[in-house]
């Protein structure tokens, strides 16, 4: 079964910083870009951040620009999104979502998110 | 970035209606256009690919239209399951970027 399940979301202070994970499994995890999107309570999606099938190419929401880093380990079949300088705003759950194929931009496997909450 | 206005923000239907809901992209994208649904509490579900595209797994009452700026997502008779949120989203360039989403509720 194709499935992504993400971990590492929790309460933080303001300007502190967390670690995003997401495992895949059921799919060639090195063929897909992968991409992070998130969603404030009761808001609409909000893309924050895509990176290519190497790693080696990578964008970023200007919202997010400078405090954000999105990685990707192929050997581990796992995402990862380092979240800095968090504020308020960042509040959301945050899921990890594949492209439906190499080039596309639609997302076809969405994991089921991890809430971050900002908190002072 | 390109700006995605969906409407109405939100529509009350009864089962069995049919439902239309339009994206409006603020420059051309082609036919670089996906629909989503999301229920309440879950990821969203890729539902519509390319504008047009019916993703697999997914009824055939969901269907997508349109090219360019102007698009739009039907749904020829409304299910008790079709109840949730839907979300455009363009596929041309980034940053991608989302409509603000039509909630489908119960007449």
């Known amino acids: 079964e194709v499935q992504l399940l993400e971990s590492g979301g929790g309460l933080v202070q303001p300007g502190g910083s967390l670690r995003l994970s997401c495992a895949a499994s059921g799919f060639t995890f090195s063929s897909y870009a992968m991409n992070w999107v998130r969603q404030a309570p009761g808001k609409g999606l909000e893309w924050v951040s895509v990176i290519s099938e190497s790693g080696g190419v990578t964008a970023y929401a200007d919202s997010v620009k400078g405090r954000f880093a999105i990685s990707r380990d192929n050997s581990k079949n796992t995402l990862y999104l380092q979240i800095s300088s968090l504020s308020a705003g960042d509040t959301a759950i945050y899921y990890c979502a594949k492209v439906r194929l190499r080039g596309d931009r639609a997302c076809d496997i969405w994991g089921q998110g991890t809430m971050v909450t900002v908190y002072s | 970035d390109i700006q995605m206005t969906q409407s109405p923000s939100s529509v009350s239907a009864s089962v069995g209606d049919r439902v239309t809901i339009t994206c409006r992209a603020s420059?051309?994208?082609?036919?670089?256009l996906a629909w989503y649904q999301q229920k309440s509490g879950k990821a969203p579900k890729l539902l519509i690919y390319?504008?047009?595209s019916l993703q697999s797994g997914v009824p055939s009452r969901f269907s997508g239209s349109g090219s360019g700026t102007d698009f739009t997502l039907t749904i020829s008779s409304l299910q008790p399951e079709d109840f949730a949120t839907y979300y455009c989203q363009q596929a041309n360039s980034f940053p991608l970027t989302f409509g603000g989403g039509t909630k489908v509720e119960i007449k």
């Open positions: 420059q051309g994208i082609s036919s670089s």
């Open positions: 390319a504008a047009s």
